[in-house]
């Protein structure tokens, strides 16, 4: 299976595709909509305070998830790394403690990281300009499309903006799947391995390894993953017991804080289904009544998808098994803050080289295509100042865009005939 990552030669001479170009000015036009909102709240209205001031939180705020650790870092590889003495908990799965590891024993660390990310950002740009000119489109509109997809990108720009290491997880999923549909399910289950070690669900894209009966390659991936977080939790701390019992008390103090609470701004930018119920739950109990409703939401949640996946989702052709179970990757979980929507971009760009391939071979486009492509619009602008009874319900929102999303994955499968116009020498197993 080799699909959405080959080209075609020759000279490029299509301009850009009307899909792409509409993508593009839309982009443009509901990111400058937000800001102009803003703008009118605070000097007309004046209303100068979360959430109309803000497209995401306080300045003061800006580059948080950095700045939380610089001082339990100067302690790394010590037992004194998890000590509380050091301020916020470290609430993340050990793996990414050692993604933080490079910027937080630099002397500036959020200027360490601001740069790296523009060179990811500026690297990504130029391979995807590239791409879009290596399947025919004239280099100046891939430029330009590239370029304005970046400017106004909101998943970068709240990605940057809070400074997280969900960068690095949503970059090794990617790379996965690309791995996986280019036929190369061993490199594919490590960088999945890696991702899932990181936060867990990136782990649900094995389900193309289980729709393929590459069932080796899925154990590898898994393995790959706990030795991955074995490793990591010995080396924060020093020590295996220390770095175990640290990683635990600090995801059970997330669970407390973020899951079972309602902290009314950062559900505001919660599109998890989890945080739909809460925006929406008029009297939300305390959380020892709340962990129950939690626990049986992850039970019929995990039936609900497996089942879906099993008799509907893995008889799909491979763009709408990414599709959705990219959907249900960020949707599923019991918080998915708006960083995690950069892993829309996989499927995202597999459909614009879809898009890019119909049109340089003269094919219509998909059924459900601009439903599809109205969902991508949606998901990658900004909303924040969707604002119900002075709370952002832009999460809530984008959750549902996703449900619909995933429905269209569904029922609208793309057929050979438009895989085949990702790459002329696509291959299907």
Avoid at 245 to 265: C, E, H, K, P
Wanted: a positive charge; charged letters at 10%.
């Amino acid at each position: 299976m080799e699909l959405g990552i080959s080209t075609t030669t020759g000279r490029a001479n299509l301009n850009l595709p009307k899909p792409l170009a509409l993508f593009a000015l839309a982009a443009g036009i509901i990111t400058l909509l937000c800001y102009a909102t803003e703008f009118y709240c605070v000097y007309k209205l004046h209303l100068n305070r979360i959430p109309y001031n803000h497209v995401t939180f306080e300045p003061i705020n800006n580059f948080a998830d950095i700045g939380l650790f610089i001082t339990r870092y100067q302690h790394f590889h010590h037992r004194d790394f998890f000590s509380p003495s050091y301020g916020y908990a470290f609430q993340y799965p050990a793996p990414v403690g050692l993604l933080y590891l490079p910027f937080e024993r630099q002397h500036a660390p959020v200027k360490v990281f601001l740069e790296t990310l523009i060179a990811i950002y500026g690297g990504l740009t130029a391979w995807f300009c590239f791409a879009l000119q290596k399947r025919g489109i004239r280099f100046v509109d891939a430029a330009v499309f590239a370029g304005t997809c970046l400017i106004f990108s909101y998943p970068f720009f709240f990605e940057a903006n809070r400074a997280n290491m969900e960068i690095f997880v949503w970059l090794l999923a990617c790379l996965g799947v690309f791995a996986f549909l280019r036929d190369r399910p061993w490199l594919a289950a490590v960088l999945i391995g890696l991702a899932g070690a990181c936060k867990g669900y990136p782990y649900i894209y094995l389900g193309l390894f289980f729709a393929q009966k590459k069932y080796l390659q899925m154990a590898a991936s898994v393995i790959v993953g706990i030795a991955v977080n074995l490793m990591s939790t010995a080396v924060l701390a020093g020590n295996f017991a220390i770095g175990k019992q640290g990683i635990t008390s600090g995801l059970n103090q997330f669970r407390q804080d973020y899951v079972l609470r309602m902290r009314v701004d950062e559900t505001g930018m919660d599109h998890s289904i989890f945080g739909f119920i809460k925006r929406f739950w008029v009297h939300i109990p305390p959380p020892p009544q709340l962990a129950h409703t939690l626990n049986m939401y992850l039970a019929v949640a995990a039936l609900a998808a497996g089942l879906i996946y099993l008799f509907r989702v893995m008889r799909l052709p491979a763009i709408n098994q990414v599709i959705f179970l990219t959907a249900a990757a960020i949707t599923l979980p019991p918080t998915s803050f708006d960083y995690t929507l950069l892993h829309v971009y996989t499927p995202w760009v597999l459909v614009v080289f879809l898009v890019v391939g119909c049109v340089r071979e003269g094919r219509p486009l998909p059924a459900g295509f601009w439903a599809v492509w109205i969902c991508f619009i949606l998901l990658l602008t900004p909303q924040n100042e969707l604002i119900y009874h002075g709370q952002r319900v832009a999460g809530q929102f984008k959750c549902l865009v996703l449900l619909v999303l995933a429905y269209l994955s569904l029922r609208y499968p793309f057929n050979p005939l438009h895989e085949r116009a990702l790459g002329e020498d696509t291959q299907h197993a």
